[in-house]
């Protein structure tokens, strides 16, 4: 079965561009999170789906950040315009919706440089 | 506001010899307690949880961690290190009825031969 995946891997822009991140969870993990760690500082969560839906996203840093999960599948993080504080690691996580805690499953991350 | 602090920014060790990663804590009743490895390229794998229990809790690759109240930590352990355990290591808590994690800022373990 295959894991979380996420795409690109890597990804360099200017300040003020735009950058879409994409994460495609479990095949059947209705839980979607993204997380950022900002210039080797802790991982801080963002925001959190259920299905499609925005269960919480009391972490998400300003209106510059946009989540979406149309369809309930992958998930869509775009940054704009993008910012040079906005460099950092994003991962992506997904977990089931079952009784209990949930064990999130986390994909490599993808690693954003803004110049 | 609930916190993770892992004082250890960098721990190098030698190949066969004990390790100790430390977690502390803060919250005012005991949350879900984590520790995550990352290898280089790869995304967080769990290595051990605690919910509740016995405190000292076994995970994969041969490490341990005991939970201790008192102390409000939660220290990774493993006997014996091999080389291939060089990586960044992550403390994390949850709050029981929330998904989220809250990690500390991590541990980079180097192994010398």
């Known amino acids: 079965e295959a894991g979380v995946t996420q795409f690109p891997s890597h990804s360099v822009i200017e300040k003020g561009q735009t950058v879409t991140l994409r994460c495609d969870p479990i095949s059947g993990h209705d839980n979607l999170y993204w997380y950022r760690r900002v210039m080797g500082k802790e991982i801080k969560f963002l925001l959190h789906?259920?299905?499609?839906?925005?269960?919480?996203e009391s972490g998400m840093p300003n209106n510059r950040f946009l989540a979406e999960r149309t369809g309930g599948t992958y998930s869509t993080l775009k940054v704009q315009p993008a910012e040079l504080e906005d460099s950092g690691v994003y991962f992506c996580?997904?977990?089931?919706?079952?009784?209990?805690?949930?064990?999130?499953?986390f994909g490599p991350g993808t690693r954003l440089t803004v110049l | 506001a609930q916190s993770v602090t892992q004082p250890d920014i960098h721990i190098t060790v030698s190949e066969g010899a004990s390790l100790e990663l430390r977690c502390n804590y803060s919250?005012?009743?005991?949350?879900?307690l984590f520790w995550y490895v990352q290898s280089p390229g790869q995304g967080l794998q769990l290595l051990l949880k605690y919910f509740s229990g016995d405190t000292l809790v076994q995970g994969i690759k041969g490490f341990e961690a005991e939970f201790k109240r008192s102390q409000s930590s939660f220290n990774l352990r493993k006997p014996s290190v091999h080389w291939s355990d060089a990586a960044e290591y992550f403390c994390?808590?949850?709050?029981?009825?929330?998904?989220?994690?809250?990690f500390g800022a991590g541990t980079r373990l180097a192994v010398h031969p």
């Open positions: 994390a808590v949850a709050i029981p009825g929330y998904n989220k994690l809250i």
């Open positions: 996580a997904s977990s089931q919706v079952v009784p209990g805690y949930n064990e999130q499953f």
């Open positions: 919250y005012g009743a005991t949350p879900y």
């Open positions: 789906f259920v299905k499609e839906s925005k269960q919480d």
